[in-house]
């Protein structure tokens, strides 16, 4: 089965930083694009990065460019997703999502990925 599993969330204040994790297992890792994506009290799910190790294409949504950067540890099968000068506006819950047939690129939508992982909540504080 696919699984992901993301951690490192917490409360932060503005401008700090925090390096989330997405654990996966259950499927080749190179098959896949990962991705992260946050919805926001109140808020539609937002794109945030993507990563497709096959090729090593990579995508920022447009409020996180510049700030956020997502790598992966392919030995161990995880997706990282640095996020430094967090503002409030960060403030979500994160999510890590799969899919074997994802296009990943700079428009890091979530209609095409099909497994997703439990949430970690990132709060930053004005």
């Known amino acids: 089965d696919v699984q992901l599993q993301a951690s490192g969330g917490g409360l932060v204040e503005a401008g700090g930083s925090l390096r989330l994790s997405c654990a996966t297992s259950g499927f080749r890792f190179d098959d896949y694009a990962i991705g992260w994506f946050r919805q926001a009290p109140g808020k539609e799910r937002e794109g945030v990065a993507c990563?497709?190790?096959?090729?090593?294409?990579?995508g920022y949504g447009g409020s996180v460019k510049g700030r956020f950067t997502i790598s992966s540890d392919n030995r161990f099968k995880t997706v990282y997703l640095q996020m430094n000068n967090l503002k409030p506006e960060d403030t979500a819950v994160y999510y890590c999502a799969a899919d074997p047939s994802y296009y990943c690129s700079d428009y890091v939508e979530d209609s095409n990925m099909n497994y997703w992982g439990k949430g970690t909540q990132v709060t930053v504080s004005s």
């Open positions: 990563y497709r190790s096959y090729d090593g294409t990579i």
